[in-house]
């Protein structure tokens, strides 16, 4: 069985991929929810950590984000994919793609998981 974890998406991601993982048995926030349109990158992380969640994302701020937070040895998880290369992409091969990643040991090791999304 894989090892699921919680998930905070923010607002770039598609609904129909959240509902997709919802759907799947995933248990998952979505950031307006919580914070409303339009949120600071480093509060979302932070309730991210705080409420043990990985942050899952196809923005590119959020990833200069991360990329700081790993420069300044600040502990998060979070997932990316980039939105342009995978806007044709089938909702199911997301949620395959997660699934897939929740079986691997320690994926979040190196804080940043690139989501591997089968075309």
């Known amino acids: 069985m894989p090892s699921r974890f919680g998930i905070l998406t923010d607002e770039n991601i598609d609904g129909p ?4 993982l919802k759907a799947r048995g995933w248990d998952v ?10 949120s600071d990158d480093d509060v979302i992380f932070k309730w991210a950590v ?13 990833l200069a984000t991360a990329r700081r937070w790993l420069e300044e040895g600040r502990s998060f998880r979070m997932v ?13 091969r997301f949620v395959e ?13 190196a804080c940043l998981e690139y989501l591997k999304i089968r075309a």
């Open 97 to 109: 793609a997660f699934e897939e990643l929740a079986k691997v040991e320690n994926a979040f090791a």
């Open 17 to 20: 991929v959240a509902q997709g």
């Open 29 to 38: 926030v979505l950031t307006i929810d919580v914070f409303g349109e339009e």
């Open 80 to 92: 990316y994919w980039h939105q342009g290369r995978h806007q044709r992409v089938r909702v199911g």
């Open 50 to 62: 705080e409420h043990d969640r990985v942050l899952v994302t196809s923005d590119t701020d959020c």
